[in-house]
């Protein structure tokens, strides 16, 4: 069993930058991909970023790339969101995922956090 705990979300203002943290415990933690999705309400869970177990393999959504960094740290068990020149259109929950590919497909992940709320005003 994995839990996995976000922080970092809140209120920034377009063009800001905001960084999501996602703390994983548990067990064999570093055998899994990691990745974030965002929702808002009345829409489908969209991906934006997966990252692979060592780090060296990203993918991002059309709609982040350039300006959205994921990285991990395993020896802390802690995967990132670097949200750089955020927009309107960002606003969102984000969720934290754990899983077995690296996908962006949401059936890929096993364990999923609660979410941290990110509002960006314009």
């Known amino acids: 069993q994995v839990q996995l705990i976000e922080s970092g979300g809140g209120l920034v203002q377009t063009g800001g930058s905001l960084r999501l943290s996602c703390v994983a415990s548990?067990?064999?933690?570093?055998?899994?991909?990691r990745g974030w999705f965002r929702q808002v309400p009345g829409k489908e869970r969209e991906f934006v970023a997966t990252?692979?177990?060592?780090?060296?393999?990203?993918y991002y959504a059309d709609s982040v790339k350039g300006r959205f960094t994921i990285s991990r740290n395993n020896a802390n068990h802690t995967v990132y969101l670097q949200m750089n020149n955020v927009k309107p259109e960002d606003t969102a929950v984000y969720y934290c995922a754990a899983g077995g590919a690296v996908a962006s497909a949401a059936r890929h992940y096993i364990y999923w956090g609660r979410g941290t709320q990110v509002t960006v005003s314009s």
């Open positions: 548990g067990r064999h933690l570093t055998a899994y991909t």
């Open positions: 990252i692979s177990r060592g780090g060296g393999t990203t």
